[in-house]
């Protein structure tokens, strides 16, 4: 805290704090320093990945197995130190591209100490410091005007409203406002996460984070078999010890075979790479991923709820037409329009628009002028030789004038969301006064404006479209004005435009979420409602994207299932969101719906061959130990199984391209088709591991061999299945999967490995015969579920 003294002493409104001044403030912890969220650490990454449920499992698995005399079939233990390196490479590789693309360069400040104008840091600000604000600046911290020259503040960013406001001494000045005309000298009122914009964001930041359903299925599924291997276990290690002629080290080594394969220990793990891999590839667009489950819930919205300004539009104007009035030359208005625009000090959006549409040199010189005002809403500009020209809102300008058919033409254009502004010459002289008079004036034109469309944004929102995604588009501003801008955009529903003023109250939930859900242009909206808007659609069961780029809109996005913000934004708004779009380049959202789905899709097509694994093995566990059996595998065996027909594939399709879209029910397509090609391979296996041990000369290892022929060679017809349409990539990898296979069994070297001996000759027939008889089962097994989830994808 400040001692009595210094809180009494006012900062100077010249000079600014001293350095003394500065230093107690620091000391008393008055900085403008907001505490940035922790981002995750190199040693969390790391423990993240090794200390896993799964990794654990597996440990203590492999563990036994050595344990019991057999190192060589503890070889699939191997997958933890590949889980824990696959996994820390590519989240640290995703960390190193956030933390480029997060650093973004920090606004700085003009601050005036000791008589000195400083530029520094934001975070560097103190209590009660003296920022000059000039046209473009960002209004840092909260604070107070102590000098003003027709300073304009645009608090767009706040409130929606496009129009600026004036301020002058004494007016207060929130921290994400904008200067947009004039200069000013302010003093900070507040600091830090006083601040009236981090006020906003502390709040957003309360809500929970994005909710994957994708890694909710997937850990559902861990659970699951998590809960099975317990009991299973138990049944499966004492049927093993049950039975005399196996040894208590066969024991283990059966009992761990059967739990190992139940294990889905890579499917984790390629989520976790397909995240990575899209954050990647996203920030080479210049896209921020800021939580991972964001690229895949966009691809799963229903609802796009678009903010207008800074979104749809760019934030700025254009002249959109010139109509010139009575017998006024257009060539004179022409001209005069472009020394108007060129001669002005301090621009505004209305006369940068000019500036750009009227380029031609101009050599008028300025002899006075009257600048523009928020509140008379107009400007004057005398020039050597050509008179004074007066440029202005219609109504302030032509006062009684403004009637008949001009005030029809004027009330038309606004009708159809266009600014519309008057150019008048003045009849009678002009003296130049901050506080001047409006003379007589002679209408000479009216110039319209609209908003700047950003050019990608019709093509975006087409995409979307055409994707079922509804559409609304909501603004702070006249309701008519963003019915305009998304008619200019290709919103087919621009007509229905909602002065959200009207709507019922939030707290009348059911009537609000009727009333959102039938209009889709809303102007009006506080950001409160906004947030309400975006809570009713996802009550009525909607998933919903909220983009926006205002401290306005964060309540919104931070409560929307995929919050999309604009790297030209406000910073609390960046901060709150789950996606960045750095250039601010709306088009960039197809290629996050392109990453989301082949995320979705490949996880779920890879899901199906490790849960083959786990069905199988849960099977052959189960009949093992209720009829007290010889466990038909090895661990090591399932080392081979998991390689060649799971992981090595599994690892490529889901990093490949898939742009299918994306339907519910991804558990219960999975289970559909993991479950009966398990079954099919689980009861292949234990038919050729029994019927090769009724040769009493055959013992359990040679008709393990041949047991996990028949069930590599099921488990590869699988694979064959679910890599279908088979393209270049997925063709390639299941033949070279059956090469490797096959010579695990034609190499000497690779049998000893493996421990698969060649046995007699017979059981290799039969073994064929089991084959044969399983592929038309597989394909009926697939057939079925396709023709029950058909229609509900329909």
Known sequence: MLDPDDQAAAPDSIRGLTADQVARRVAAGLTNDVPAAPTRTVMQIVRGNVLTPINLVIGVLAALVIIAGSPKDALFGGVIVANSVIGVHQELRAKRVL???????????????????????????????????????????????????????????????????????????????????????????????????????????????????????????????????????????????????????????????????????????????????????????????????????????????????????????????????????????????????????????????????????SDWRVSGRVPFSSARKWSATTFDGHGSWVLGAPENVLGEGFAGPLREQVEEQAAEGRRVLVLARAITPMVEAADVALPEVEPVALVMFEDVVRADAPETLRFFADQGVTLKVISGDNNLTVGAVARRAGLSHWRDNVNAMMLPSIDDTEAFADAVERSSVFGRVTPHQKRAMVRALQQRGHTVAMTGDGVNDVLALKDADCGVAMASGSEATRGVAQLVLLDSNFSALPAVVAEGRRVINNIERVASLFLAKTTYSLILSVLTGVFALSF?????????????????????????????????????????????????????????????????????????????????????????????????????LVIAMVTLFALAFLVASARRLFELPVTESWTYGVAAALIAAAYPLLVLGNRITERFHRPMMR
């Open 99 to 361: 933390d480029a693309l997060s650093v973004v360069s920090a606004p700085r400040a003009q601050v005036v100490r000791d008589g000195v104008l400083n530029s520094m840091q934001v975070c560097d600000l103190v209590l009660d410091d003296l920022v000059e604000l000039r046209v473009g600046a960002q209004v840092v911290a909260d604070g107070t005007i102590v000098t003003s020259e027709n300073l304009e503040i645009d608090e767009s960013l706040l409130t929606g409203e496009a129009d600026p406001v004036a301020k002058q001494a004494g007016d207060g000045v929130l921290s994400g406002s904008a200067v947009v005309a004039g200069t000013a000298r302010m003093v900070v009122a507040k600091v830090g996460a006083d601040n009236y914009a981090a006020r906003l964001a502390e709040e957003a930041r309360r809500f929970t984070l994005v909710n994957s359903p994708l890694r909710n299925d997937v850990n559902r599924i861990v659970t699951f078999v998590g809960t099975l291997i317990i009991p299973v276990g138990l049944l499966l290690a004492s049927s093993q010890f049950w039975r005399r002629d196996e040894s208590w080290q066969n024991a283990i080594i059966s009992t761990v075979a059967g739990l190992v394969g139940m294990v889905p220990e890579g499917l984790v793990l390629l989520t976790s790479v397909a995240f990575a891999v899209g954050v990647v590839r996203l920030g080479s667009k210049r896209c921020l991923v800021q939580e991972l489950p964001a690229i895949e819930v966009l691809a799963r919205v229903d609802v796009l709820c678009a903010d207008k300004t800074g979104t749809i539009t760019e934030g700025s104007m254009a002249v959109a037409a010139v109509t010139v009035l009575g017998n006024t030359d257009a060539a004179l208005a022409e001209e005069v329009l472009t020394a108007l625009a060129l001669n002005d000090p301090d621009p505004n959006a209305t006369t940068r628009a000019l500036a750009i549409h009227y380029c031609s040199p």
């Open 632 to 732: 038909p595998l090895r661990p090591i065996h399932l080392s081979i199984l998991s390689w060649f027909t799971i992981g090595v594939p599994a690892f490529f399709m889901a990093l490949e391209p898939n742009d299918r879209r994306v339907h519910s029910g991804f558990l219960r397509r999975v289970l559909g088709r993991s479950v009966p090609a398990g079954v099919v391979i689980a009861f292949a296996t234990m038919a050729m591991f029994e019927i090769a041990r009724l040769d009493e000369s055959i013992d359990a290892d040679h008709a393990r061999s041949v047991a996990v022929l028949v069930a590599g060679s099921v488990a590869l017809m699988n694979l064959s299945r679910v890599a279908r349409p088979l393209n270049r990539l997925r063709l390639g």
